[in-house]
Nanobody, 125 residues
Framework: QLQLVESGGGLVQPGGYLRLSCAAS????????IGWFRQAPGKEREGVSC????????NYADSVKGRFTISRDNGKNTVYLQMKTLKPEDTAIYYC??????????????????WGQGTQVTVSS
């Protein structure tokens, strides 16, 4: 019954904005660190951004710093990824993931215990 469900993906023009949501069911996110990961065709799945269970600590991949913002609302059992000034290079399937720990060590997929199904983000003119 443990489940993470992403939403908010879609097609957007370069320079545009999207907000992704990750909602948990079957468990509470209060004690889980959460990460957003993405995978483009032919590339390895990479960490985009991770947030601690309390929301007090965050980190970002260099490629998205200053453009993406991760946040969480534990009361709604939901984590968000705000993406602005989107670039074609951001095109990928985006996954949210939960780790059974207060924080990620390096925002790496090897730390993940539970994965969402992914949502497609396409940035194109």
């Amino acid at each position: 019954q443990l489940q993470l469900v992403e939403s908010g993906g879609g097609l957007v023009q370069p320079g545009g904005y999207l907000r992704l949501s990750c909602a948990a069911s079957g468990f509470t996110l209060d004690y889980y660190a959460i990460g957003w990961f993405r995978q483009a065709p032919g590339k390895e799945r990479e960490g985009v951004s991770c947030i601690s269970s309390s929301g007090g600590s965050t980190n970002y991949a260099d490629s998205v710093k200053g453009r993406f913002t991760i946040s969480r609302d534990n009361g709604k059992n939901t984590v968000y990824l705000q993406m602005k000034t989107l670039k074609p290079e951001d095109t990928a399937i985006y996954y949210c993931a939960a780790a059974l720990r207060p924080t990620f060590r390096i925002c790496d997929s090897t730390e993940v215990n539970y994965w969402g199904q992914g949502t497609q983000v396409t940035v194109s003119s």
